[in-house]
Every structure is written in structure tokens, then in C-alpha cells.
């Protein structure tokens, strides 16, 4: 499963985004998803997931009440509407897909996801 994230670009502090994250060839509909970012000199870290059926959402805490994580109808494709940003976003946002189910919260683990996009570039000016 190739995973390409897309939507990235620079944005002033208060602004908006919207990331897509898509599967070459294939709908994401048995995959779990998750968003997570990377910012220079830090960890990846983990910024929202969504179960396959959209039913559960979950969200690092810095972004909670800005950032908002779904998946389509024929889930084709999962976004990340971004809303509020703020320097601190900045960084390099990766989509991941999980073949299993999410448990024990284990969403915000790196290791959940089997399949890793190349990441889209998000900017913000303050």
C-alpha cells in the first residue's frame, strides 16, 4: 500500500489547512489511520487517528478543539483539517495506515501502523 499525503504549504499563524492522505490503487476502508508529524530536531509524534469505520477519533492534546481527523464515505481518502495553527505546528506531517484494530489506546504508537506515507510539508509563519 503506497499512502501519499498531500494539502501541505506555508500558512500564517491563524490560518488553515486541509491534509488528504490517499492510497495508490486502493480504498483505505479496512485500514485504521493515523496523522503524525515531525518537526526539525524533534520525534516524530503523534497528532490524531481515526478507526476505520470513523466511529472513534483521537487526538494528541496540543491540537485538540483545532485540528479535526475523517475519513470519506467510500473511504477513499482521510484528511486532517487544520485550523488555528500556530508556529509550533510546523513540521512534516505524515499519513499511516494500521491493518489491525486500535486497542489498548495504542493509536499514538508509531509501531500500530504498517504502511507510512512520504509526509507533506506544513509551514507556519508567526
Known amino acids: 500500500v503506497q499512502l501519499q499525503a498531500s494539502g501541505g504549504g506555508l500558512v500564517q499563524a491563524g490560518g488553515s489547512l486541509r491534509l488528504s492522505c490517499a492510497a495508490s490503487?486502493?480504498?483505505?476502508?479496512?485500514?485504521?489511520m493515523g496523522w503524525f508529524r515531525q518537526a526539525p530536531g524533534k520525534e516524530r509524534e503523534f497528532v490524531a487517528a481515526i478507526t476505520w469505520s470513523g466511529t472513534n477519533t483521537y487526538y494528541e492534546e496540543s491540537v485538540k478543539g483545532r485540528f479535526t481527523i475523517s475519513r470519506d464515505n467510500a473511504k477513499i481518502a482521510v484528511y486532517l483539517q487544520m485550523n488555528d495553527l500556530k508556529s509550533e505546528d510546523t513540521a512534516v506531517y505524515y499519513c499511516?495506515?494500521?491493518?489491525?484494530?486500535?486497542?489498548?489506546?495504542?493509536?499514538?504508537?508509531?509501531?500500530?501502523?504498517?504502511?507510512w506515507g512520504l509526509g507533506t510539508q506544513v509551514t507556519v509563519s508567526s
Open positions: 490503487g486502493r480504498t483505505l476502508s479496512n485500514f485504521a
Open positions: 499511516a495506515a494500521a491493518t489491525r484494530p486500535f486497542y489498548s489506546d495504542n493509536y499514538y504508537r508509531s509501531s500500530t501502523y504498517d504502511y
